[in-house]
């Protein structure tokens, strides 16, 4: 039925939020220990931080950059940004993808459309993309990827998708678009004409054309 496949990461593939909680929690921590910080305004710092980059760098790889995030709350605690930031940057992302993997579904659905064509389409930055990519074994299946940093937008902005296509080779009609984002995946997959399959709770379901709603990768099947 299709030809290729374009496919979400974070959060589709795998469940991202708990991850994320590890891993900031263990950030939190190790700073609470080294500099006998309260926890309360280590996390206040931590929102603080993050709420900055998104406002500066809005609609843009940056604003997902924990680098960023790091060097921002380590100068809101006014501890040196310049020796810690890259410490707590690694720290976090080294707990995240020590826990990363696959969800069953994901393995059921590579295990039935992995030989067709794949390509990533994902914000966020390069870097860290191709480290989940080595760590999920992602390789094994897609052949491609586009980050938004590599495309200097976001997701639904239409160039995102359009990248994915030429990477591929194919045309709107030819392939569809898998992922739990229904403003980011699905509806800017669906201005450019591209079926999609939008993984979210069922209690979120609709009913359109062009939208095939589940709430496990391996309900997906043509």
């Known amino acids: 039925m299709y030809k290729g496949i374009l496919l979400d990461i974070d959060n589709t593939l795998y469940a991202y939020e708990p991850l994320q909680q590890v891993a900031q929690a263990t950030v939190f921590e190790f700073v609470e220990n080294e500099f006998a910080l309260d926890i309360a305004k280590i996390e206040k710092a931590f929102k603080q931080a993050k ?34 930031s890259m410490t707590l940057y690694n720290l976090y992302w080294d707990t995240f993808l020590s826990e990363l993997s696959l969800s069953n579904g994901a393995v059921t659905f590579f295990q039935r459309y992995g030989h067709l064509p794949i390509c990533l389409v994902t914000d966020l930055t390069a870097h860290i993309q191709h480290r989940k990519v080595e760590k999920l074994e992602l390789s094994r299946w897609a052949n491609y990827m586009v980050t938004s940093e590599e495309a200097g937008c976001e997701k639904p902005h239409p160039f995102m998708f359009q990248l994915a296509l030429h990477k591929l080779g194919l045309q709107p009609k030819d392939v569809c678009m898998i992922g739990d984002s229904f403003k980011k995946d699905i509806q800017g997959a669906q201005r450019l004409g591209i079926d999609a399959f939008w993984l979210a709770p069922k209690d979120q379901h609709i009913q359109e054309t062009g939208i095939t709603c589940i709430t496990d990768l391996e309900e997906i099947q043509w």
């Open 51 to 84: 709420l900055h980059v998104k406002q500066n760098t809005p609609e843009t790889a940056s604003s997902h950059n924990r680098l960023l995030y790091m060097q921002n709350f380590c100068e809101i605690l006014q501890l040196d940004s310049l020796s810690l």
